[in-house]
């Protein structure tokens, strides 16, 4: 079993920046590649970024060069640095993780961006 928490998210105007946690715990071994999606309301679930245990990242192209993604020297922590951020960017932002066949999700933060 896999847990994940996430952490960080808040109000922050356009333009400010905010840094997202995720923390994760139990059978963490098996962990290879985490992440992040977000699900503004009333629409998908959507990828922003991957990691994997060996550095490779992933962006969704709405957040290239605005955000990045990072882990933890004890690789069972990730990190969402998000900067200019803009109103769109308004969602529930959850972190992933892909282990033993199941996908785990965290309960998810809120970032809001006001304009």
């Known amino acids: 079993q896999v847990q994940l928490v996430e952490s960080g998210g808040g109000l922050v105007q356009a333009g400010g920046s905010l840094r997202l946690s995720c923390a994760a715990s139990?059978?963490?071994?098996?962990?290879?590649?985490m992440g992040w999606y977000r699900q503004a309301p009333g629409k998908q679930r959507d990828l922003v970024a991957t990691i994997t245990r060996g550095g490779s990242t992933m962006y969704a192209d709405s957040v290239k060069g605005r955000f990045t993604i990072s882990r933890g020297n004890a690789k069972n922590t990730i990190y969402l640095e998000m900067n200019s951020l803009k109103p769109e960017d308004t969602a529930v932002y959850y972190c992933?993780?892909?282990?033993?066949?199941?996908?785990?999700w965290g309960k998810g933060t809120l970032v809001t961006v006001s304009s």
């Open positions: 139990g059978t963490i071994f098996s962990i290879n590649t």
């Open positions: 992933y993780a892909p282990a033993f066949g199941m996908d785990y």
